[in-house]
C-alpha cells in the first residue's frame, strides 16, 4: 500500500507542476502579449497609413485594436483622394487566412461593418455588411467577395510597363451589396451581373477598355440627378436585362479615345455604334455614329418607370452620325433618320386635342389658369389669321426644322451638347415646338432625364396623330408668354394693345423672343423699354428674318430702328 501511494502522489505531484509550468507559459505569453500590444498596434496603424499614402491616399483612424486571436480591429477608418474619393467604414476587421497557395502573411479576410464611398457629382455608394478576401504583393493586388453562391472579383496587376485591372462577375448580386445615390437619390436597383471588365495600361501609355457584361433584372429610378434637392418620390421602372459588349482605346498622348465595338441591349432595344475623338482637349474633333433598329416606346417608358396609359405606343428605329470639331457647333454635320410607326389605335387623350378642349395651366407658384382652346373662347387665334411672318419668325427662332422632322429633331442635340460644353454651362437645349408642346400641356416643369423621354415619346406621337397646322395653332394658343399670361392674342393685347394681325416685324420679334423665358425675362423690360440684352435678341432675330428675304432691306431698317413703347 505504500508503494501504491508513493507512486500515486507522485504522479500527482508531476501533473500539479506541469499544470502549474503550463499557466505560467501562458501567463508570460499574456503578459507578453499584454506590454507589446501597444508597439503591435502601433506598427498596425503606421503600416495602414504608409500603405494609403503609397496608392495616393490619406489614411484616417479612430482606432486600431489587436485581439488575441490576431484578428486587428480598426474603427472609424476613412481614405481620402485629394477630395475627389472618400471611403469610410465605422468597422473593419482583419485577420489573416492560412492558405497553401500563398506565403505567409500575403492573405487576409477583411470584414466590413458597412462602408460609404463618396465620389464627385454627389455620387455615393452605400456598401452592405460584407466579407472579403484579399491578396496582395509589391505589385498585385487580388480582392474576392466570401459569398456562397456568387463569384465578385478584382484583380489589379502592375508590372514595368504596363498595368492591368480586372473584374470578374457571375451571378454577383450587386443589389443587396451596393447602393448608387445622386445628390442623396437612388438611382435605381443594380440587380444581378455577369461579366469580365478590364482596363488594360499598355506599354505605350495607351488606355484600353473592354466590358462583356449583363445584368438582369437592373430597374432605374424614375428621377435623374439634376442638382435639385429632393428625391421628387422617386420609384423603380419595370425591371429589365441589359447587355453591354464594347472595347475602346484611348491615348492620352495624342488626345485620342476610339471605340469601334459598341453594343447595348437594353429594355427590348438594341444599339449599336462606334466612337472616334481626335484632337484632345484643346480642339477634339468627333465622329459618332448610332443605330438602332427598333426602339419600343412603351416599354422603354416602362423601364424608366413612366406610364403613358397605353400598352403600344409604337415603335421607332434611329440612326445618326456626327462628325466635325466639338467645339465649333454651327459647323458640326449631323445626319440623320427618324422613322416612327403610330400605335396601331389612337390614343384617346391625344385625339382629344383634334377639336376644342380646355388645358389647365399651373404657374410656378402653383395658380392655375384655365386655356380654352377653341373658336369659342375670346382669346382663341386660328392658325389662319395668324400674320405668316409671324409664322416665319416663331420658326427661325424656336425650331427652323418643323416642317421636316417628325416631332423630334435629332440634328439639333449634337449642336445643344456642344454648345453647353464649349461655354460650361447647360442654358440650351433641343426642343422642338412638338416637345415645347407635350411639355406644356402633359407634364410638370422639373427637368429631368424621365421627363425628357415622356417629352420626346410624347412629341412623336402628337406630331404624327395631330399634323403640323393643328399642332402649330395649339401651341401658339396655350405657350406662356409672362405671368398667368397663356396664348398669342392675350401677349399681343398685353404688351402691345394690339390684335396679332396688326403686329409690327419688331413687335413680333419681341414675342417670340420672350418665348424660352417669359417670366425670367419680364426684368429685362421692367421700365417699359427692353434693355440691351434682350434687344439684342431681337435684333438677331430680325437679321434672320432679313437673311432668309422675310424682311426686305428696307423693312430691316425699320424694324431695327422702330422704338417699343412696351404697356407693362
Not at 500500500?1 to 508513493?6: F, L
Not at 415645347?436 to 404624327?464: C, G, H, P
Request: charged share 20%; glycine share 8%.
Amino acid at each position: 500500500m505504500t508503494v501504491i501511494w508513493t507512486r500515486v502522489t507522485s504522479t500527482r505531484s508531476r501533473a500539479f507542476w506541469a499544470l502549474f509550468g503550463g499557466l505560467a507559459a501562458g501567463g508570460a505569453a499574456w503578459a507578453g502579449f499584454v506590454l507589446l500590444l501597444p508597439a503591435v498596434e502601433a506598427e498596425a496603424r503606421a503600416r495602414i497609413e504608409s500603405e494609403a499614402r503609397r496608392l495616393g491616399l490619406l489614411a484616417t483612424l479612430g482606432s486600431v485594436h489587436l485581439s488575441p486571436s490576431l484578428t486587428l480591429e480598426l474603427r472609424d477608418l476613412v481614405l481620402e483622394n485629394a477630395g475627389h474619393v472618400r471611403v469610410m467604414t465605422h468597422a473593419a476587421t482583419v485577420r489573416p487566412s492560412l492558405s497553401f497557395r500563398r506565403a505567409p502573411g500575403r492573405t487576409a479576410i477583411v470584414s466590413l461593418a458597412d462602408a460609404v464611398v463618396e465620389l464627385p457629382a454627389g455620387i455615393r455608394l452605400e456598401i452592405a455588411p460584407s466579407t472579403w478576401a484579399v491578396d496582395s504583393t509589391s505589385r498585385d493586388l487580388g480582392v474576392r467577395r466570401i459569398q456562397a453562391g456568387e463569384r465578385l472579383e478584382l484583380e489589379w496587376q502592375r508590372g514595368s510597363e504596363n498595368a492591368e485591372l480586372r473584374v470578374r462577375a457571375t451571378n454577383a448580386r450587386l443589389a443587396e451589396l451596393v447602393r448608387i445615390l445622386v445628390h442623396g437619390c437612388p438611382i435605381g436597383d443594380l440587380g444581378t451581373v455577369d461579366g469580365d471588365a478590364r482596363v488594360t495600361r499598355e506599354p505605350s501609355g495607351a488606355i484600353r477598355v473592354t466590358v462583356q457584361a449583363r445584368t438582369r433584372a437592373l430597374a432605374v429610378a424614375t428621377w435623374a440627378a439634376d442638382g435639385q434637392e429632393g428625391c421628387h418620390g422617386t420609384s423603380l421602372g419595370a425591371p429589365t436585362d441589359v447587355e453591354l459588349d464594347a472595347e475602346a482605346l484611348l491615348q492620352p498622348a495624342a488626345g485620342s479615345l476610339r471605340t469601334d465595338r459598341l453594343r447595348l441591349v437594353a429594355g427590348g432595344a438594341e444599339a449599336v455604334g462606334r466612337l472616334a475623338v481626335e484632337g484632345g482637349f484643346a480642339d477634339p474633333r468627333v465622329e459618332v455614329e448610332v443605330r438602332v433598329a427598333r426602339l419600343d416606346l412603351a416599354r422603354l417608358l416602362a423601364t424608366a418607370g413612366l406610364d403613358l396609359r397605353a400598352d403600344d405606343l409604337g415603335w421607332a428605329s434611329v440612326t445618326v452620325r456626327v462628325t466635325g470639331p466639338l467645339l465649333e457647333p454651327a459647323t458640326l454635320l449631323v445626319d440623320q433618320r427618324l422613322d416612327f410607326t403610330p400605335p396601331s389605335r389612337p390614343l384617346p387623350w391625344i385625339e382629344r386635342l383634334k377639336g376644342p378642349f380646355v388645358h389647365r395651366a399651373e404657374s410656378v407658384g402653383g395658380h392655375a389658369t384655365l386655356v380654352r382652346v377653341g373658336p369659342e373662347s375670346p382669346s382663341f387665334v386660328p392658325l389662319a389669321e395668324v400674320p405668316p411672318l409671324f409664322v416665319r419668325t416663331l420658326l427661325l427662332g424656336e425650331d427652323s426644322n418643323f416642317y421636316g422632322h417628325r416631332g423630334i429633331d435629332l440634328a439639333e442635340l449634337p449642336a445643344a451638347i456642344a454648345r453647353n460644353l464649349a461655354s460650361g454651362t447647360f442654358a440650351r437645349g433641343a426642343s422642338t415646338i412638338s416637345q415645347q408642346l407635350a411639355k406644356n400641356l402633359f407634364l410638370s416643369r422639373e427637368k429631368t432625364v424621365s421627363r425628357k423621354l415622356e417629352e420626346v415619346a410624347l412629341a412623336l406621337l402628337i406630331d404624327s396623330s395631330l399634323g403640323k397646322s393643328r399642332l402649330l395653332e395649339i401651341y401658339l394658343n396655350v405657350i406662356e408668354w409672362g405671368p398667368d399670361l397663356y396664348g398669342l392674342r392675350p401677349a399681343a393685347q398685353h404688351y402691345f394693345g394690339k390684335e396679332p394681325a396688326d403686329l409690327t416685324p419688331k413687335q413680333m420679334a419681341f414675342l417670340v423672343s420672350l418665348i424660352p423665358g417669359p417670366l425670367k425675362y419680364q426684368r429685362s423690360f421692367a421700365g417699359g423699354t427692353p434693355t440691351p440684352f434682350f434687344e439684342g435678341l431681337m435684333v438677331t432675330l430680325l437679321a434672320k428674318l432679313h437673311a432668309v428675304g422675310a424682311l426686305s432691306d428696307d423693312e430691316y431698317q425699320l424694324a431695327i430702328a422702330e422704338p417699343l413703347d412696351l404697356r407693362v
